[in-house]
């Protein structure tokens, strides 16, 4: 598979207008991650309240996202995309203007930015459906590459929040993301095979069906790691070694990049070898390295690489899975889309939530860790046990392609 043939394959200005309104959306759904040092210093929280407050913007994605599949699948990923991101300006500038003055207010707004984290299933469905079977792990891949936006926020807000005051930092957030709307309505066109609206009960049929609760187990990890550690790094590199807001930030996005590109590579490898065995390969390492991070290394340089470890292969392991997902449900990739993203959004709330428990309770992280790699355990011998089933039937065409 050449990169020439796939640039004729679908519609590059979709594709990267899907890319990046899901970047800066995802910068925007994990903000309080980054601010989460300056927000907690002047409301007085303690680890168990920074862990909930991060992992509020999460599971309100993960749920809301239910809501965005159906919505992509019954009106168009264009016109659901463009309401999302009113919605999320406006409360933004709202926010902003109004002012964040308690943690009451924090898990409010909170909840607010989880509409921004439902871009997930407005983008990926979008690109998926402008490409054929053969080009799926790579399109989604670059698409779902908006992960990088985690990044932008890592990297930015910190320092921001250091020389204009986190409460500012949340209007300045609506900037970028106003940019990215009107490109988004620019450039951004409805696939052309999109399928015909059904009645609402019918967008559930598909939780009959086992595949579908695999995919969601599956996803849970890979991408709740990705995005729990997103929003937890700033605040572990500041609570377990030290590290300044703006250095913790650096620390952050630094593994946040690496697994949001890893993205495209893991879709890349899966579209090649196939989809189950580059997922098994990436949990085997993301089993390693989240043990490895659970133990206290005596300096932040010897941790940055164990994460960035995890976060690669989470990062691909999400590539993998959005390989894998629309070969299974093209039909109904939207709502698929929607709850397979939801599990990953509560993998993300679980792993946020326990990290700040696991400190506030142990002393350490080291528990959180642990049992979030003990989940991924799960998922790879649950893969194992279908993998044979899943190459004899449906996935066995697109492997013999990916391979050719």
Excluded at 31 to 36: N, V, W, Y
Excluded at 214 to 220: A, E, K, N, T
Excluded at 300 to 311: E, F, Q
């Amino acid at each position: 598979m050449s990169f020439r043939t796939f640039a004729k394959a679908g519609h590059a200005p979709t594709l990267f207008s899907s890319f990046l309104y899901f970047d800066l959306s995802f910068m925007v759904w994990v903000l309080l991650g980054p601010l989460g040092v300056a927000i907690a210093g002047d409301l007085k929280l303690d680890a168990a309240q920074k862990g909930l407050m991060v992992a509020i913007p999460v599971l309100s994605g993960a749920f809301l996202r239910v809501l965005a599949g159906l919505a992509v699948d019954r009106f168009g990923p264009k016109l659901t995309g463009l309401l999302f991101q009113v919605i999320v300006l406006s409360g933004l500038l709202f926010a902003w203007a109004m002012g964040v003055h308690s943690y009451d207010s924090v898990l409010m707004l909170g909840l607010l930015l989880g509409v921004a984290g439902a871009s997930f299933a407005v983008a990926l469905p979008m690109a998926s459906r402008w490409y054929p079977p053969e080009h799926q792990g790579l399109a989604l891949g670059i698409a779902g590459a908006g992960n990088s936006g985690t990044a932008l926020a890592a990297l930015f807000a910190p320092g921001l929040a250091q020389t204009f005051g986190w409460n500012n930092v949340i209007g300045m957030a609506a900037i970028p993301l106003a940019i990215a709307f009107v490109i988004f309505l620019v450039f951004a066109k409805d696939p052309p095979n999109r399928p015909a609206p059904k009645p609402l009960s019918g967008y559930f049929e598909i939780l009959k069906t086992r595949d579908a609760w695999m995919l969601m187990l599956l996803y849970s990890v890979t991408f709740g790691g990705f995005v729990g550690l997103s929003s937890s790094l700033t605040i572990y590199f500041n609570a377990e070694y030290g590290l300044s807001p703006v250095i913790a930030g650096f620390f952050t996005a630094a593994c946040v990049f690496a697994g949001s590109f890893s993205r495209p590579v893991g879709g890349w490898f899966a579209d090649r070898f196939g989809g189950v065995p580059t997922l098994s390969t990436v949990y085997m390492f993301a089993i390693a390295g989240l043990t490895l991070a659970s133990f206290a290394w005596p300096s932040a340089w010897i941790a940055l690489p164990i994460i960035l470890l995890s976060m690669i292969a989470l990062g691909a392991g999400n590539g993998a899975i959005f390989q894998i997902a629309p070969q299974r449900f093209r039909q109904e990739i939207g709502v698929v889309t929607g709850l397979v993203g939801m599990t990953g959004g509560i993998g993300g709330f679980y792993l946020a939530s326990t990290l700040g428990l696991s400190k506030q309770i142990t002393g350490t992280f080291q528990i959180g860790f642990l049992g979030f790699a003990c989940l991924a355990l799960v998922a790879l011998l649950a893969l194992t046990a279908v993998s044979a089933k899943w190459r004899a039937t449906w996935l066995s065409r697109q492997t013999s392609l990916a391979q050719a």
